[in-house]
């Protein structure tokens, strides 16, 4: 019969303390991994990224940078494509919410509509970091940071390089806009931006502005209409490269040359546009960067760390002629 070994009461006595210091080291752990409202406490971080969706060649590059930049940088994400829907985005939040996560980022579909579920992640102690998109709550204390670009520049920039080309023409110069998704940053930015630097010189005017949802099917499909209903078109200002790639379909297909007979302005320098920009089919773009990857994680590990973060960071873009897209495409990596 084997015989139970029996504990000598020193040893017994070290048993009953390791227990309670198992114990409380556990509730302590406990404690702080509740603390702040929810988030765990064990070094690793997590990420919740509610990404817009892939409608664009920018978009797929973004989503690229942001999970190679979290594997780089030890994050772990949890990634979620809303489709350009607003409900799915704040049903992916809430479930990060529940979930626990470290940092919620997200790039937000549209600007309004966000007040309730970032104060459910505020209240649950869950830091928020916009990325690409802002929103328009006016309590800014909903979020840590806004990383992204400058839209309204580079409605500017788009428009200004349109001003100067056009500064000899003494008659009407007719053009027609391609709009991102309605109620979007980037879309209701550029418009205003492009508004205020033609509104430099009287005979450019907008004769035609509609959304393509910043696809190049949306593209091609508004270009097909604008180029039915009006018989003098100019030029095409398009909020992103997609639209604009859709939209010369359209202007061939009706017999006219890209980039002759009608002026494109584009944004974003994504590689299939600066070539249409380098062939001559486009003839400026205004550059809007999706590599933001490596800044948000950088970010998150602030903000879980308890740092201070700017409220405002703003990536460095730069404009493109055909010259310039020449040069700039053997290097292009998106
Ligand atoms: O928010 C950035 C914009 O969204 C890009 O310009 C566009 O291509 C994308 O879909």
Not at 51 to 70: C, F, H, L, M
Not at 128 to 156: C, M, N, Q, W
Not at 213 to 222: H, L
Not at 281 to 292: H, Q, R, T, V, Y
Request: hydrophobic content about 40%; overall charge neutral; proline content about 4%.
């Amino acid at each position: 019969m084997g015989k139970m070994r029996t504990q000598s009461a020193p040893w017994r006595a070290a048993a009953v303390l390791a227990s309670v210091l198992l114990v409380g080291g556990v509730a302590a752990c406990g404690n702080s991994d509740t603390g702040g409202g929810g988030t765990k406490d064990d070094g690793k971080i997590t990420m919740g990224f509610s990404q817009v969706g892939a409608e664009s060649g920018w978009r797929t590059a973004n989503t690229i940078s942001i999970k190679e930049a979290a594997t780089a940088a030890g994050i772990e994400l949890k990634f979620d494509d809303a489709q350009q829907k607003q409900e799915n985005q704040i049903k992916a939040i809430r479930n990060y919410i529940q979930q626990k996560v470290d940092v919620i980022a997200f790039s937000p579909v549209v600007e309004s509509g966000w007040d309730t579920v970032l104060k459910e992640a505020k209240d649950a102690g869950i830091p928020v970091i916009l990325t690409d998109r802002s929103v328009d709550s006016a309590d800014k204390s909903l979020y840590k940071t806004f990383l992204g670009s400058d839209f309204v520049k580079e409605g500017k920039l788009a428009g200004e390089w349109l001003v100067e080309q056009k500064k000899t023409a003494s008659g009407p110069v007719n053009i027609v806009e391609l709009q991102g998704s309605t109620g979007a940053a980037p879309a209701n930015d550029r418009k205003k931006g492009f508004a205020e630097a033609i509104a430099a010189n009287p005979n450019l005017k907008v004769i035609a502005s509609q959304t393509g949802d910043f696809t190049r099917a949306g593209g091609k499909q508004v270009m097909e209409q604008f180029l039915k209903a009006n018989p003098k078109i100019d030029v095409l200002f398009a909020h992103n490269d997609d639209m604009g790639l859709g939209a010369l379909e359209a202007i061939t297909a009706a017999g006219k040359v890209p980039g002759k007979d009608i002026t494109i302005i584009t944004i974003d320098a994504v590689k299939d546009g600066m070539q249409a920009l380098a062939d001559g089919k486009f003839n400026f773009i205004a550059e809007c960067s999706p590599l933001l990857g490596p800044q948000l994680m950088d970010l998150a590990k602030k903000v879980k760390a308890g740092e201070e973060v700017p409220a405002r960071i703003e990536t460095e873009e730069t404009t493109f002629t055909t010259e310039q897209a020449k040069e700039a495409l053997p290097n292009r990596k998106y």
